[in-house]
């Protein structure tokens, strides 16, 4: 279905304790020169005075508020309020540049049949204070449109090796959300790259060439954390098992590349598993990447792994090396 001509953008964003950097991401959305959109904040339980930030800005938030229970929860919240053709997110440490939504409902109403519209994003560091540059200092996207390198393609197979797009530069459609579901609840983590995959299946994705927006580098981050479950993991296996290795245009997964990429990701978390001390899990997840690649490297950790003494010494050696890993129950 077409797009109307001026299409209304439903934004959205979850909090949680993010009083310090909310307002300026809420500012970055006000700064947008496409002004049919509306601004949809969900408060994920803040203990900080996030709340008192967001209604500073008035009738130009509408503001909904839940018992923390995590962004894929919130974001499905504000998506049964929103009113809009099209659905942004972003994050609430995050920020737009100028021009950015208005480039992307550009390009959506002159490609109609699109199931997501990505673009590139700066990536946003502190100085050695802690500060941030300001959004002004980054440069503008182009004014001239998207550059010629702006590819749309079916990309399934492609999605399961490699998590390209950003969350904070998404443009949907409301119907492709509609028939592809919601965010999954069950993911704390990832719960994007789920919904990115699960539309893939249906809908060719749209990725310009264009810096949009800033991904804030932030040391409190929820991805900083060792989570209970290897959730990138889980979702690449639940794809699988759920749509296969084919796409619909016929393209399939190469099959070396898959085994690498999970053996890749079962490793990765155990690498996390033995900084975080959970000995158990690490074990674990040793055996799932072994079993999708064998590898004498992994197979002697694995060994060293399940004797105490000898995983307290990797523990250790982590943790001088990188620094201790907080774990979350989930």
């Not at 408060?43 to 503001?63: A, E, Q």
């Not at 941030?132 to 996207?141: G, Q, R």
């Not at 790259?193 to 981050?221: E, G, H, M, Q, V």
Request: charged content about 20%; overall charge positive; glycine content about 6%.
């Amino acid at each position: 279905m077409p797009l109307t001509d001026t299409p209304l953008v439903s934004v959205i964003m979850p909090c949680f304790n993010d009083a310090a950097f909310i307002g300026e991401a809420i500012q970055s959305i006000l700064a947008q020169d496409y002004r049919n959109r509306e601004i949809i904040v969900v408060d994920d339980g803040s203990t900080d005075n996030s709340i008192d930030v967001i209604r500073s800005f008035g009738s130009d938030v509408i503001l909904l508020t839940q018992e923390n229970a995590g962004s894929a929860i919130a974001r499905n919240f504000a998506l049964q309020q929103a009113s809009g053709e099209l659905i942004a997110f972003l994050d609430s440490d995050d920020a737009w540049l100028p021009g950015k939504l208005r480039t992307q409902v550009n390009f959506l109403k002159t490609n109609p049949g699109i199931g997501a519209c990505f673009t590139a994003f700066h990536h946003w560091w502190p100085d050695g204070d802690g500060l941030y540059p300001d959004v002004a200092s980054f440069p503008l996207p182009e004014k001239e449109g998207p550059k010629k390198n702006a590819t749309i393609e079916w990309c399934y197979p492609d999605l399961l090796l490699k998590f390209p797009f950003w969350t904070g530069t998404a443009l949907i459609p409301r119907t492709v959300i509609e028939k592809a579901g919601p965010f999954n609840p069950e993911l704390r983590v990832g719960q994007d790259y789920d919904l990115w995959i699960r539309i893939a299946t249906k809908y060719k994705i749209a990725f310009l060439d264009l810096k949009t927006a800033l991904y804030r580098k932030n040391p409190t981050s929820n991805t900083k954390w060792f989570h209970k479950k290897n959730y990138r993991a889980l979702i690449v296996e639940n794809a699988l098992e759920r749509f296969g290795k084919t796409g619909a245009d016929g393209k399939t997964i190469n099959e070396e590349a898959l085994a690498l990429k999970l053996s890749s990701l079962w490793q990765s978390y155990a690498r996390g598993a033995i900084q975080a001390g959970e000995r158990g899990i690490a074990v674990m997840a040793l055996d799932k990447a072994i079993s999708y690649r064998k590898n004498a490297k992994l197979f002697a950790v694995n060994m060293g792994c399940r004797i105490p003494v000898i995983f307290r010494l990797f523990h250790a050696y982590l943790k001088h090396k990188i620094g201790a890993l907080p774990v979350r129950n989930y």
